[in-house]
């Protein structure tokens, strides 16, 4: 199946959609409701409700803008000491009306995982899910806009918005307005059917609301970087600076106290002249974290897998691989791994394909099986790959 973000949402919304709509565009496209219906079935929901134990603030209920009380819905679990969901009065707050949200889900719940992963290839930042769930045609949350972009995927039933579009431009979480407010036209209003995806940049206005039925949808949140982030780690180089480490000469003479004042702007204009914000980016990609995800008893206990066992890299960004003829080194989550030169076909089909089979492996690179299976048990030890089944 196509990925739902690099590849269906893509296609859908056009081949610029990262350089040049991203953060910048509303947009919308359906990809039919068959293309997101594996990401979160009613029995898996409910086994989560069930088993997890999630409570406020992970777990909570809106009804017009405002936060259901928690003692509504849960009581103290006497076993743990924490609360747990009340079935039959968790029912009849959604019965009358009140959203169910759900924070993170993607930690809980590997399809809706597996697609944020994918859309951090994408956007090429950290990306969290949270669920929301509602029946009826109550609105949970005012007309607001939100401090991050946001990618909807509409999974079940209907629901209501309207994007008014940017009130200030491009606000942040932490910035000096606040008070900016909606504009007064209406870019788009509509209703999200199952399938439904759309993009609502950061800083634009929008109200939701039910249409009288079931809605269940996921909201895709992530943080792009700024200058303002390009400029804080620029900060972060001066510490290595001897001259940005001395106190001010507060109480010094015009002369030297101007003299130091220039030494500072000059040494601080080459420190930004080396250190562009393609650099931050570039470092910010070799440091992007793997998702944690554990895969026993493989790495503790190690058998080699059959050959139809899928084999995935755990890196969400692409690894850099530096092959030289004595040492191949990989980079991943900022950590660099150093491997025998022997190692390094396997590595590069790793990294180009991201997920291939123990037999494609074995096929591409020409190792022998000993080789192989001491190569794979290097690799799971170090987390950098997982063996899923076939």
């Given at each position: 199946m196509a990925a739902l973000f690099t590849e269906r949402f893509v296609e859908l919304a056009g081949g610029d959609f990262a350089a040049e709509r991203l953060g910048?565009?509303?947009?919308?496209?359906?990809?039919?409701?068959?293309?997101?219906?594996?990401?979160?079935?009613?029995?898996?929901?409910?086994?989560?409700?069930?088993?997890?134990?999630?409570?406020?603030?992970?777990?909570?209920?809106?009804?017009?803008?405002?936060?259901?009380?928690?003692?509504?819905?849960?009581?103290?679990?006497?076993?743990?000491?924490?609360?747990?969901?009340?079935?039959?009065?968790?029912?009849?707050?959604?019965?009358?009306?009140?959203?169910?949200?759900?924070?993170?889900?993607?930690?809980?719940h590997p399809p809706i995982a597996r697609a944020a992963d994918d859309l951090m290839r994408l956007v090429r930042e950290p990306v969290q899910v949270n669920l929301?769930?509602?029946?009826?045609?109550?609105?949970?949350?005012?007309?607001?806009?939100?401090?991050?972009?946001?990618?909807?995927?509409?999974?079940?039933?209907?629901k209501h918005w309207t994007v008014r579009g940017q009130g200030r431009r491009f606000p942040m979480k932490v910035d000096n307005d606040h008070d900016h407010q909606p504009p007064d036209t209406m870019l788009w209003e509509g209703d999200l059917a199952p399938g439904d995806i759309i993009h609502v940049p950061r800083g634009w206005w929008h109200a939701v609301r039910g249409t009288g039925e079931l809605s269940m949808h996921l909201t895709f949140g992530f943080t792009r970087r700024t200058g303002i982030d390009w400029a804080n780690w620029i900060v972060e180089q001066l510490y290595a600076e001897e001259l940005f480490r001395q106190d001010l000469p507060r109480f010094a003479a015009e002369g030297p106290s101007e003299q130091h004042a220039d030494e500072l702007v000059t040494a601080l204009t080459k420190i930004i002249e080396a250190n562009r914000p393609a650099d931050f980016l570039a470092t910010r990609d070799r440091r992007f974290p793997r998702r944690s995800e554990i895969n026993l008893p493989l790495p503790v206990s190690f058998e080699m897998p059959a050959d139809d066992a899928v084999l995935e890299i755990t890196a969400l960004l692409d690894p850099v691989l530096d092959e030289a003829p004595d040492v191949?080194?990989?980079?991943?989550?900022?950590?660099?791994?150093?491997?025998?030169?022997?190692?390094?076909?396997?590595?590069?089909?790793?990294?180009?394909?991201?997920?291939?089979?123990?037999?494609?492996?074995?096929?591409?690179?020409?190792?022998?099986?000993?080789?192989?299976?001491?190569?794979?048990?290097?690799?799971?030890?170090?987390?950098?790959?997982?063996?899923?089944?076939?």
């Open positions: 910048n565009d509303f947009v919308r496209v359906s990809s039919g409701d068959s293309g997101v219906a594996d990401l979160l079935t009613w029995q898996a929901l409910n086994e989560l409700l069930s088993t997890r134990q999630l409570s406020a603030p992970r777990l909570r209920l809106f009804r017009e803008g405002t936060q259901v009380p928690v003692a509504n819905y849960t009581r103290e679990d006497p076993t743990t000491g924490r609360q747990a969901l009340v079935p039959d009065e968790l029912y009849r707050e959604l019965r009358d009306g009140a959203s169910l949200v759900l924070d993170s889900i993607d930690q809980l929301y769930l509602v029946w009826g045609g109550r609105q949970g949350f005012d007309t607001h806009w939100d401090d991050h972009d946001t990618m909807i995927v509409q999974l079940a039933g209907s191949t080194r990989l980079t991943v989550a900022g950590k660099t791994y150093r491997f025998a030169p022997v190692m390094a076909p396997m590595l590069r089909h790793l990294v180009t394909e991201r997920t291939t089979t123990v037999a494609r492996l074995r096929t591409e690179t020409g190792l022998a099986d000993k080789t192989l299976s001491g190569a794979l048990e290097l690799l799971l030890q170090q987390h950098l790959v997982v063996v899923r089944s076939s």
